[in-house]
């Protein structure tokens, strides 16, 4: 073909199946699938698995996006680069399911283990993509905030970069009203309610607060509802963990692997003022998508007691 491959090929002694490459293409008839297929010894098959889970990126001048089609025109000059790794193309995305379908955004529910957005490793197991394939009419998809893989609950997507930059602005702004629901360790109703934690994160500004709903009988767990006003990586964790009550199934910041439980935070509550109707909307999840004392708390089969706001 004529074309100069300049590839950087990393493969880890312990991990065989994880290799990057980079191409430059030299002309239009330059298959990028080919030279990708040089470059790393990867077969065509895997290499075009990996471009539909969005692991394969071309660049143009400044301009750097997912080749997501081998057929896709392109010109002399462009750059092609591949991140692979055989374990996240082998993940299985498990299923949002849509809360509201707004035109210009649309509203889910993620499970555990979606994430909300992708790395240059793939997309494909993210809410953003699982929306730009399934929801009807397709359009386009943009992240607009985050929601930690291993937790659930409610997230806005965007379906125009207009919409997306309209939103982002709302929570930029904090004019977006979260609220989330966590079943942490301990008995949550000897703090002070309701507790307002205004603790740093990676040297910014970190402010969450936290009330009790529920103790379990055997007051070994607690549900507590929550409220935070900025954004931070893992802050609710990071937060209910500095305060002594991690929450349960948090490998990260509670028992580590000795917890057997996924992790018990869900996201319930979104409301703002909507930039297409231009008034307050508000998306709630129902009850039975929350979680419970019941299913953390050892010997109390019948959930807890409610604690009185």
């Known amino acids: 073909m ?62 750097t996006r997912r080749l997501r089609r081998a057929t896709r025109a392109l010109r002399a000059g462009d750059e092609v680069h ?35 957005q992708g790395s240059k ?4 197991c993210t809410v953003v993509r699982w929306a730009e394939r399934n929801l009807q009419p397709e359009r386009p998809a943009f992240t607009v905030h985050r929601l930690d893989r291993a937790a659930s609950g409610l997230i806005l997507v965007a379906h125009s970069r207009r919409m997306a930059a309209a939103l982002s602005r709302l929570f930029r702004e904090r004019e977006i009203e979260k609220r989330y629901r966590a079943v942490v360790s301990g008995d949550f109703s000897e703090q002070p309610d309701p507790v307002r934690v205004e603790s740093p994160i990676d040297d910014k500004n970190a402010v969450s607060q936290f009330s009790v709903v529920e103790v379990s009988d ?52 979104l409301a703002f003022r909507c930039p297409v109707a231009d008034k307050r909307v508000e998306f709630r999840l129902g009850e039975e998508r929350l979680p419970k004392t019941a299913v953390t708390s050892i010997g109390s089969p019948d959930g807890g007691r409610s604690v009185a706001p």
């Open 218 to 269: 055997n007051r070994s767990c607690s549900m507590i509802d929550i409220q935070i006003e900025t954004g931070r990586k893992h802050q609710i964790r990071r937060h209910l963990a500095e305060l002594g009550y991690p929450i349960i199934g948090d490998r990260l910041y509670g028992s580590g692997k000795k917890e057997v439980l996924d992790l018990q935070l869900t996201a319930y509550l």
């Open 2 to 63: 004529g074309s100069t491959a300049v590839s950087d090929r990393r493969i880890m002694p312990d991990s065989p199946d994880r290799a990057e490459a980079h191409v430059v293409i030299e002309s239009p008839r330059d298959s990028p699938i080919d030279m990708l297929r040089q470059a790393t010894g990867l077969s065509k098959q895997r290499i075009k698995l990996a471009m539909t889970q969005g692991a394969v990126w071309m660049t143009r001048g400044r301009n």
């Open 82 to 116: 591949l991140y692979y790794d055989a374990a996240i193309q082998a993940e299985v995305p498990p299923e949002p399911i849509l809360v509201a379908d707004a035109g210009a955004y649309s509203v889910w529910c993620k499970p555990r283990g979606l994430r909300s």
């Open 121 to 124: 490793w793939g997309d494909h």
